[in-house]
């Protein structure tokens, strides 16, 4: 018995064996056909790339020429500002544009694919005038493709309907719908004109300057916010010019905005009917809908007042490291200085925490409100030095019985502080410390 049960084993030994070697010697075989093998249907550098046509069936071709390293324009069927980030997706399409498959070498009836009559061309030109035609078919009835060509050569392949469909773009796909087409950061001065409110803005060194109706310091967040709106305010493409035109002529005016820079001046007047804006621009023939996702954003900062527009802050230090601060008040006098991370007070280490704090408060100090008058006898002189000596800004504060009015030495500008504004400053004042003694070693 025992020698019948080795038998056994050993026969089950073998097959396990015979099997093992079998698996071994007969793996399955990699896909030679897979994507990455396929060859490219065309590779372009969109560098080179000097002019681009498409061709949607049953639309008249739009052709955009190459005007600058990132800049383009429609000149069929009309003459227009091309959306440059939208050419440039196209451009990324077709570098490289890449095959699923090759379906035929030599296809006897391009009908068959849906070539004879292409859905989509598109032609590409380089700077050596040469042009390539890509011929875009029928969908594939599986692998969720499509059927391509380009011109010269009589291989149909499958390419992903992805490719299509990045290609695929009508008119107002490719026109650039901003109501004003200029870079921002070219715009020198911003003339808001407002019924009874008008505003001057003045691009310098260090931001913005309000000009009008006088000189103010400004906030130039909210300038550089309602700068970028105007640049970025687009027109609706599903409301037809001629119902925008009809809608802008009875809407009320909310203000018209002149832009001056570098490449001259552009307008845009805004109005609003009920929640919608239209806008009628020197750069944008015609008048326009404003589309919603921009218009009420364009809208708030077109209503700012004067005041939110001038800079609450009453140091412009900003997030720099001071020098010096000079703090008076009645018999309290304190004088800080910082030498690389370490601050002194009368030849005394500070603790650094302490000073932080303080800096902090005076960073923060800003305004509740602007006030013409109250402002009689000081009662806090505080002076901040920064920029390696080149800036010093002096301050005057006179506490008040609902806070305290401040004074800058430069401009009549009067602030008002409200009470925890001026807590922060003088709690942060009472908090400082000399630094703990270092332990012996």
Same mark, same amino acid.
């Given at each position: 018995m025992k020698f019948r049960g080795l038998i056994v084993a050993a026969a089950v030994l073998l097959v396990l064996a015979g099997v093992l070697y079998w698996s071994e010697h007969h793996k399955p075989k990699e896909n030679t056909t897979a994507s990455s093998t396929t060859p490219a249907i065309l590779k372009i550098d969109p560098a &080179?790339?000097?002019?681009? *046509?498409?061709?949607?069936?049953?639309?008249?071709?739009?052709?955009?020429?190459?005007?600058?390293?990132?800049?383009?324009?429609?000149?069929?069927p009309g003459d227009y500002p091309a959306d440059s980030?939208?050419?440039? =997706? /196209?451009?990324?399409?077709?570098?490289?544009?890449?095959? #699923?498959?090759?379906?035929?070498?030599?296809?006897?009836?391009?009908?068959?694919?849906?070539?004879?009559?292409?859905?989509?061309?598109?032609?590409?030109?380089? @700077?050596?005038?040469?042009t390539s035609r890509l011929l875009f078919g029928d969908d594939a009835p599986t692998g969720g493709g499509v059927y391509v060509q380009l011109a010269g050569n009589p291989r149909v392949f499958t390419?992903?309907?992805?490719? @299509?469909?990045?290609l695929n773009k009508s008119l107002g796909d490719l026109r650039d719908k901003r109501l004003v087409p200029v870079d921002g950061s070219s715009v020198s001065n911003i003339d808001l004109d407002r019924k009874n409110h008008d505003i001057s803005f003045a691009r310098i060194q260090s931001g913005w300057q309000i000009e009008k109706p006088q000189s103010y310091r400004t906030d130039n967040y909210q300038?550089?916010?309602?700068?970028?709106?105007?640049?970025?305010?687009?027109?609706?493409? =599903?409301? !037809?010019?001629?119902?925008?035109?009809?809608?802008?002529?009875?809407?009320?005016?909310v203000a018209t905005v002149k832009l001056t820079g570098s490449s001259g001046?552009? &307008?845009?007047?805004?109005?609003?009917?009920? #929640?919608?804006?239209?806008? @009628? !621009?020197?750069?944008?023939?015609?008048?326009?809908?404003?589309? =919603?996702?921009?218009?009420? !954003?364009?809208?708030?900062?077109?209503?700012?007042?004067?005041?939110?527009?001038?800079?609450?802050?009453?140091?412009?230090?900003?997030?720099?490291?001071?020098? @010096?601060?000079?703090?008076?008040?009645? =018999? $309290?006098?304190? /004088?800080?200085?910082? $030498?690389?991370?370490?601050? *002194?007070s009368n030849g005394k280490k500070m603790d650094s925490n302490s000073v932080e704090a303080l800096v902090t408060a005076v960073r923060e100090l800003s305004a509740s409100k602007f006030v013409t008058t109250g402002f009689t006898v000081p009662t806090i002189d505080l002076t901040v030095t920064s920029s390696n000596g080149k800036r010093v800004e002096k301050l005057q504060i006179q506490k008040t019985s609902d806070g305290a009015i401040a004074k800058r030495d430069v401009g009549p500008t009067l602030y008002s502080l409200d009470p925890a504004a001026l807590s922060g400053l003088t709690d942060a004042i009472a908090g400082l410390k000399p630094a703990a003694p270092e332990k012996k070693k």
């Amino acid at each position: 018995m025992k020698f019948r049960g080795l038998i056994v084993a050993a026969a089950v030994l073998l097959v396990l064996a015979g099997v093992l070697y079998w698996s071994e010697h007969h793996k399955p075989k990699e896909n030679t056909t897979a994507s990455s093998t396929t060859p490219a249907i065309l590779k372009i550098d969109p560098a &080179t790339v000097t002019g681009l *046509t498409v061709k949607g069936k049953g639309a008249p071709p739009v052709v955009l020429a190459r005007t600058g390293a990132d800049q383009w324009k429609i000149t069929a069927p009309g003459d227009y500002p091309a959306d440059s980030s939208a050419v440039t =997706s /196209m451009l990324s399409a077709l570098s490289p544009l890449n095959s #699923d498959s090759i379906v035929k070498d030599h296809p006897a009836n391009l009908a068959d694919y849906g070539l004879s009559d292409p859905s989509l061309e598109v032609d590409v030109t380089g @700077k050596d005038n040469k042009t390539s035609r890509l011929l875009f078919g029928d969908d594939a009835p599986t692998g969720g493709g499509v059927y391509v060509q380009l011109a010269g050569n009589p291989r149909v392949f499958t390419t992903g309907s992805d490719a @299509k469909s990045s290609l695929n773009k009508s008119l107002g796909d490719l026109r650039d719908k901003r109501l004003v087409p200029v870079d921002g950061s070219s715009v020198s001065n911003i003339d808001l004109d407002r019924k009874n409110h008008d505003i001057s803005f003045a691009r310098i060194q260090s931001g913005w300057q309000i000009e009008k109706p006088q000189s103010y310091r400004t906030d130039n967040y909210q300038v550089d916010d309602l700068l970028s709106q105007l640049t970025g305010a687009k027109w609706d493409p =599903s409301v !037809s010019a001629e119902d925008a035109a009809r809608d802008f002529s009875h809407a009320t005016p909310v203000a018209t905005v002149k832009l001056t820079g570098s490449s001259g001046n552009d &307008t845009i007047e805004v109005r609003k009917e009920k #929640d919608d804006y239209f806008a @009628k !621009s020197s750069a944008v023939p015609g008048a326009w809908k404003i589309e =919603s996702s921009s218009a009420s !954003s364009l809208g708030a900062d077109l209503d700012r007042s004067l005041d939110d527009f001038r800079n609450k802050q009453l140091f412009d230090f900003g997030y720099a490291d001071p020098e @010096k601060i000079e703090y008076h008040s009645g =018999s $309290t006098s304190i /004088m800080l200085a910082r $030498t690389g991370d370490d601050w *002194t007070s009368n030849g005394k280490k500070m603790d650094s925490n302490s000073v932080e704090a303080l800096v902090t408060a005076v960073r923060e100090l800003s305004a509740s409100k602007f006030v013409t008058t109250g402002f009689t006898v000081p009662t806090i002189d505080l002076t901040v030095t920064s920029s390696n000596g080149k800036r010093v800004e002096k301050l005057q504060i006179q506490k008040t019985s609902d806070g305290a009015i401040a004074k800058r030495d430069v401009g009549p500008t009067l602030y008002s502080l409200d009470p925890a504004a001026l807590s922060g400053l003088t709690d942060a004042i009472a908090g400082l410390k000399p630094a703990a003694p270092e332990k012996k070693k």
